[in-house]
């Protein structure tokens, strides 16, 4: 099992460009997220999906978008960079959402943003 | 809204002591709460969680105090290793399906 899995590890964008974040996940799980990381701060949720075929904004959801078109894979859009965007990026995924019980939600490694 | 903050950005401990990391939390509506660990250029790790109506839950070498009266939340490493040197994040929910608020983190170091 790879677990969650993101692509690319790292890119440089100028203001204004466009790219796509990929999350895979192998662990059949309905739940997953996307969240960013500034410096100093934690983790803070952009946008997730509840199953396939599904999207919810959370709490910072503005210039960004997603797709859940296969149960295993969450895409996170950025039509038009700026350098506010320019963070770590988690992806995660889940068996059942937060705050049940014993349920552990897989992070996969970041891809560092860095738009100029 | 909702806010989850720590008191120390920063603690030093001895390899063998054992490290006490705090959180607080805003909203008393919240009713699960989670420790995770994230090691330098990693995601977070989830170490131990514990629900509103319990106020301790232990694992391995760890341990989490709830203490619902002055909104506080604590980490307890025993006997803390090289290893644990990392930052740690507390999280909370409030209900069932609700999304997680991260605390700032906390850099463990373990100097041997």
């Known amino acids: 099992n790879a677990g969650v899995t993101q692509t690319p590890k790292f890119r440089v964008l100028k203001t204004g460009q466009s790219m796509t974040l990929l999350c895979a996940q192998d662990?059949?799980?309905?739940?997953m997220y996307w969240y960013r990381q500034d410096p100093g701060m934690g983790l803070r949720l952009i946008h997730y999906?509840?199953?396939?075929?599904?999207?919810a904004k959370g709490e910072v959801p503005d210039g960004y978008n997603v797709s859940r078109l296969k149960k295993q894979n969450f895409l996170l859009g950025l039509e038009s960079a700026a350098p506010s965007q320019t963070s770590v990026y988690f992806c995660?995924?889940?068996?059942?959402?937060?705050?049940?019980?014993?349920?552990?939600?897989?992070f996969g490694p970041g891809t560092r943003l860095t738009v100029l | 809204g909702e806010s989850v903050g720590l008191h120390l950005p920063t603690l030093s401990v001895q390899e063998g002591d054992n490290s006490i990391i705090n959180c607080a939390y805003s909203?008393?509506?919240?009713?699960?709460f989670i420790w995770y660990k994230q090691e330098s250029g990693k995601g977070p790790q989830f170490i131990i969680d514990?629900?509103?109506?319990?106020d301790k839950r232990q694992g391995q070498r760890v341990t989490v105090l709830l203490n619902k009266t002055v909104k506080h939340l604590s980490l307890q490493i025993a006997a803390t290793q090289p290893g644990d040197s990392a930052v740690y994040f507390c999280?909370?929910?409030?209900?069932?399906?609700?999304?997680?608020?991260f605390g700032g983190g906390t850099r463990l170091m373990v100097k041997p």
């Open positions: 999906s509840v199953g396939e075929g599904t999207t």
């Open positions: 662990m059949n799980h309905e739940y």
């Open positions: 909203n008393s509506a919240s009713d699960y």
């Open positions: 999280a909370q929910s409030r209900r069932a399906g609700n999304m997680l608020t």
């Open positions: 995660a995924s889940s068996y059942s959402f937060w705050g049940h019980r014993n349920n552990e939600q897989f």
């Open positions: 514990i629900r509103s109506n319990m």
